[in-house]
């Protein structure tokens, strides 16, 4: 409140826009056979076909696409002097000019997020710490509907926990249930999701193939889970809508870099580019360049054990 006859205020209320980027990573491999071996016939049926070489490409494209979304997930920001030393253990130390690297989603909802940890390893398994997580929630202005990325052992202690409480209640004759899937139950089912309302909030929850294979997540703890806000970001500038959570990739003029294949070879099943130097064999290469977009991240949650 000002007397009459006073001056207007001298100083002002001001925003601070913090404008984020996030670099593209680069990810390789390959898988090679020889003459010989191309020929070899086995007991694996893959497509029609016993030639055993295409059941180990296939299996080596399915570990590049996971060892690629664990890029997404765990890489990490740094100055080029740490980023070989940093980045050797994902890869066994065949990771080359790595640069400042990129910020994996684990690294922006720890820098910016919410992020709930229990140091006795125990999952989430309780209304109580539930609650919790829906209070965060309120304060960061979040969006109505979640998907969760559970392992199989916070999977479960959801599970136990609704069926603790009124069951009937909790996960049936909700109106908004389904809105992130047409209000279609059976949509919902088709696509893995178990869903269930909280405080004015619809969760849908799914097994996270990383944090339940062994070879991979599923021998840590480190992991259980993560929840992420079905919502779209809209630009105020240009109307353009964005989802709180992308992937996105290199692509120019009919090129794209999102997931590249591609044979050299001595003439080894037919592939005479001579891309291995003539040698007698057939070489399945794979690059991708991506980075991970993680918008709102004070919205995202992890669970940490």
């Known amino acids: 409140m000002y007397d009459q006859g006073t001056e207007q205020p001298s100083h002002f209320l001001d925003v601070d826009v913090k404008r984020r980027k996030n670099p593209y990573i680069i990810v390789k491999d390959r898988f090679q056979v020889n003459g010989s071996q191309a020929t070899n016939i086995g007991y694996i049926n893959v497509g029609g076909d016993y030639?055993?070489?295409?059941?180990?490409?296939?299996e080596a494209r399915k570990r590049f696409e996971d060892r690629r979304e664990m890029m997404l997930l765990f890489a990490e920001t740094g100055n080029d002097d740490d980023q070989t030393q940093a980045t050797s253990a994902v890869y066994e130390g065949n990771?080359?000019?790595?640069?400042?690297?990129?910020?994996?989603?684990i690294s922006a909802v720890e820098d910016r997020g919410i992020v709930v940890s229990n140091a006795n390893a125990n999952p989430l398994d309780s209304f109580a710490e539930f609650d919790d997580?829906?209070?965060?929630?309120?304060?960061?202005?979040?969006t109505s509907e979640y998907a969760m990325y559970l392992n199989?052992?916070?999977?479960?202690?959801?599970?136990?926990?609704?069926?603790?409480?009124?069951?009937?209640?909790?996960?049936?004759?909700l109106a908004g249930q389904f809105g992130a899937f047409n209000n279609d139950a059976d949509m919902a089912v088709k696509l893995g999701f178990k869903s269930f309302t909280r405080g004015g909030y619809t969760f849908h929850k799914h097994d996270f193939?990383?944090?339940?294979?062994?070879?991979?997540?599923?021998?840590?703890?480190?992991?259980?889970?993560?929840?992420?806000?079905?919502?779209?970001?809209?630009?105020?500038?240009?109307?353009?809508?964005?989802?709180?959570?992308?992937?996105?990739?290199?692509?120019?003029?009919?090129?794209?870099?999102?997931?590249?294949h591609w044979v050299t070879g001595g003439g080894v099943l037919g592939h005479t580019n001579n891309g291995d130097g003539g040698k007698d064999v057939a070489t399945f290469h794979y690059r991708s360049e991506i980075c991970l977009v993680t918008r709102a991240a004070n919205q995202h949650v992890i669970i940490k054990g």
Do not use: H
């Open 51 to 58: 030639r055993w070489f295409m059941y180990g490409e296939q």
């Open 95 to 105: 990771y080359q000019g790595a640069g400042k690297g990129s910020e994996g989603y």
């Open 133 to 142: 997580i829906i209070l965060e929630l309120d304060k960061n202005g979040a």
């Open 152 to 173: 199989r052992k916070q999977d479960l202690a959801i599970d136990d926990m609704l069926a603790s409480g009124v069951s009937t209640g909790v996960t049936a004759g």
């Open 209 to 260: 193939k990383l944090l339940n294979d062994p070879t991979l997540l599923g021998a840590t703890n480190f992991l259980q889970g993560c929840m992420v806000p079905m919502s779209q970001v809209t630009d105020p500038r240009t109307g353009f809508k964005a989802p709180a959570l992308a992937m996105y990739y290199k692509e120019a003029n009919g090129y794209s870099r999102e997931m590249e």
